[in-house]
């Protein structure tokens, strides 16, 4: 714990309540490194042949070890993943679309990746580590934002089998406001763009089949869609202008074939839902209606994560800023007074505010002129922007 706040001293009367266990608190007098420091120095003293990991928004199950620790008699076991759950997800529209997204992962990127035998990553939580695995792999390091998927990578090119079982479920709460998720998606978005940078290249060149090469590249860059989103919705202004007046490209003729992409998403979508809820037709009612405001949504997050994205690529470093935390299950948290909130209002916040306007303008020419052609594109895009730029302030206002 490296906390400046309540946090040790809350931390320590709670360990007082049980003297039969050999629990020890660390706490650091500087951040360096941030977690993956503080995980560095915790894992010097740690004794055990195993390390679980939980941020400090999850409260994992009384048999979580039972149910994962059998799984290392497999002495090529590195860690095991389990699948995250949400304890607030019906709290509001955004931590809904959050589940809908973290489902999606859980429930078709891991368990396709891990069946195919390519790269996963452990997730920053909710995972048991082997000590061996750590140490052999060069421990955490702190030089990317995402210091699990940094060590996920160099443990499994070094031969270390990871294990994932969406059975085991880990109970966490998600961040509830949009300023606590901005900073969450920045830091993973940006860390995975500086693993990539770090890795790409090793992965190419080692041994692995083609296929598991492939899929480690798409793994590694698949935060890097931000920087496409935001240069197609872009230049789809541009494009649109000259279907306005009259001129016909090649690029409006091709425009259709984008579809393709929605239904192959929204058919991904549909079956993590489906897995999750078990229930067909519901399922199927709540993808139709969460999806369009998922897509949008990410769209609208689009300038905000090529921002992280982009610094990821181009080597520029910042801070472990932490999510958050508002432990809204218990009832105790006060958004307006949480010290944690205190943040300016960034520049991007306020140009999301104004491509709201510019989509929402490019709607009402589609109308004007009858030229449909970009208007569910559009559409989406001003619904997206404007969301997050109104919740965006609203959340950075409560720190005011």
Sequence with gaps: DDSTDETSGLIQAKLKQYPA????????????????????????VAKGEFVAIFDADFLP??????????????????????????????????TRLQAFALDAHFT???????????????????????????VDAGNWEDDTLTEDLDLSYR?????????????????AELPPIMSAIKSQQFRWNKGGAECARKHAQSVLASNFPFKTKMHAVAHLFNSSIF???????????????????GVSTSLT?????????????ALVYFVSHFYSRKRFWASLLESILILPLFLSVSMGMALHNAQAVWEGLSG???????????????????????????????????????????????VILAFRYEYFLFLPFHAMLAFGYGMVFITSFRSYSLGK
């Design 21 to 44: 266990f050999p629990f020890v608190y660390l706490h650091r007098s500087n951040r360096k490194g941030f977690k993956a420091g503080a995980l560095r120095e915790g894992l010097v």
């Design 61 to 94: 199950n009384p048999d979580f070890l039972k149910k994962t620790i059998p799984y290392f008699q497999d002495d090529r076991v590195g860690m095991v993943q389990t699948r995250w759950t949400h304890l607030n997800e019906n709290h509001s529209l955004l």
């Design 108 to 134: 078709i990127e891991q368990v396709g990746r891990n069946t195919l035998g390519a790269f996963i990553n452990f997730n920053g939580t909710g995972g048991v580590w082997r000590k061996t695995c750590i």
């Design 155 to 171: 443990a499994q090119k070094k031969g270390w089998k990871f294990v994932y079982k969406p059975e085991i479920h880990s109970p």
């Design 227 to 245: 920087l496409v989103i935001l240069t197609v919705s872009l230049s789809s202004i541009g494009v649109a202008w000259l279907g306005l007046n």
């Design 253 to 265: 003729r091709i425009a259709g074939l984008f579809l393709i992409g929605f239904a192959i998403i």
């Design 316 to 362: 520029k470093k910042s801070p472990f800023i932490r999510t958050p935390k508002f432990n809204l299950e218990a009832g105790k948290s006060n958004l307006k007074t949480n010290r944690y909130l205190k943040i300016s209002m960034p520049l991007t916040t306020w140009i999301e505010g104004g491509l709201s306007l510019i989509f929402t303008f490019m």
